[in-house]
């Protein structure tokens, strides 16, 4: 069918008539073989992951179902299979892995410890799922004793959502240990994001905690203002 044409590049008159082994790779051949048998033996195989060879060689991910057809006596005839192309969902596997990756080596692992401060995080990421992306936090120490206090967002999700955000953190700790006003701060933050991506869009609220004087100045950047608890 025409389908199966687009997804294996065989025209009928190239794989009628030929063995489903045609469309095995060398190393898949034994596994395709042991599936047929399991077929014959329960009658039908659901979601089996594999590969595919199409016609001009190029290696595809499927997902393959197969039923075994049988005559008016119960002897089997042949088997039906149906392939489902897996190659976006195995891409989008992929990419989610490398953004959760990059994401997770940039976020602070402990918080840092100052005289008569504590600080504790908690991070709850706000889509589950492939949709793993910008949005971050942290913590550092500054001169003079004081802390800074950053949370986060780059809009979008995926690898170029995380990148950006890996960039707009490193640099924030950056110009935060040069210039002590968090406006200033964030004015410069801001500057550097339009150079970026500018598919990319991003938000920002970073503190300054100065736990001597007990006192906090935040600047914020189009990000919702944090709540204090008492």
């Given at each position: 069918n025409p389908a199966a044409w687009r997804l294996l590049g065989y025209l009928p008159a190239d794989a009628v008539g030929h063995h489903a082994r045609l469309l095995a790779p060398p190393e898949r051949k034994?596994?395709?073989a042991r599936?047929?048998?399991?077929?014959?033996?329960?009658?039908?195989?659901?979601?089996?992951?594999t590969e595919v060879v199409r016609q001009d060689g190029t290696v595809v991910p499927?997902?393959?179902?197969?039923?075994?057809?049988l005559d008016p006596t119960g002897a089997p005839t042949g088997m039906a299979g149906v392939l489902r192309d897996l190659s976006e969902s195995k891409r989008y596997e992929r990419e989610h892995h490398i953004a959760e990756t990059l994401q997770r080596i940039l976020l602070p692992e402990e918080p840092?410890?100052?005289p008569g401060l504590t600080?504790?995080?908690?991070?709850?990421?706000?889509?589950?799922g492939l949709q793993v992306g910008g949005d971050w936090y942290?913590?550092?120490t500054l001169p003079r004793g004081r802390l800074g206090v950053v949370v986060g967002d780059v809009v979008g999700r995926g690898i170029g959502a995380a990148a950006v955000m890996g960039q707009l953190r490193v640099a924030l700790r950056a110009y935060a240990i040069e210039f002590s006003s968090p406006a200033t701060v964030l004015a410069c933050l801001g500057r550097l994001a339009r150079s970026l991506d500018d598919s990319q869009m991003a938000t920002v609220l970073y503190g300054v905690v100065d736990p001597e004087e007990a006192r906090i100045e935040l600047a914020s950047a189009g990000h919702p203002p944090p709540l204090m608890v008492r």
């Amino acid at each position: 069918n025409p389908a199966a044409w687009r997804l294996l590049g065989y025209l009928p008159a190239d794989a009628v008539g030929h063995h489903a082994r045609l469309l095995a790779p060398p190393e898949r051949k034994d596994d395709q073989a042991r599936a047929f048998a399991h077929a014959l033996q329960a009658g039908v195989v659901r979601d089996w992951e594999t590969e595919v060879v199409r016609q001009d060689g190029t290696v595809v991910p499927v997902s393959l179902a197969l039923s075994v057809l049988l005559d008016p006596t119960g002897a089997p005839t042949g088997m039906a299979g149906v392939l489902r192309d897996l190659s976006e969902s195995k891409r989008y596997e992929r990419e989610h892995h490398i953004a959760e990756t990059l994401q997770r080596i940039l976020l602070p692992e402990e918080p840092p410890e100052l005289p008569g401060l504590t600080v504790a995080t908690r991070y709850f990421p706000g889509a589950a799922g492939l949709q793993v992306g910008g949005d971050w936090y942290d913590v550092f120490t500054l001169p003079r004793g004081r802390l800074g206090v950053v949370v986060g967002d780059v809009v979008g999700r995926g690898i170029g959502a995380a990148a950006v955000m890996g960039q707009l953190r490193v640099a924030l700790r950056a110009y935060a240990i040069e210039f002590s006003s968090p406006a200033t701060v964030l004015a410069c933050l801001g500057r550097l994001a339009r150079s970026l991506d500018d598919s990319q869009m991003a938000t920002v609220l970073y503190g300054v905690v100065d736990p001597e004087e007990a006192r906090i100045e935040l600047a914020s950047a189009g990000h919702p203002p944090p709540l204090m608890v008492r």
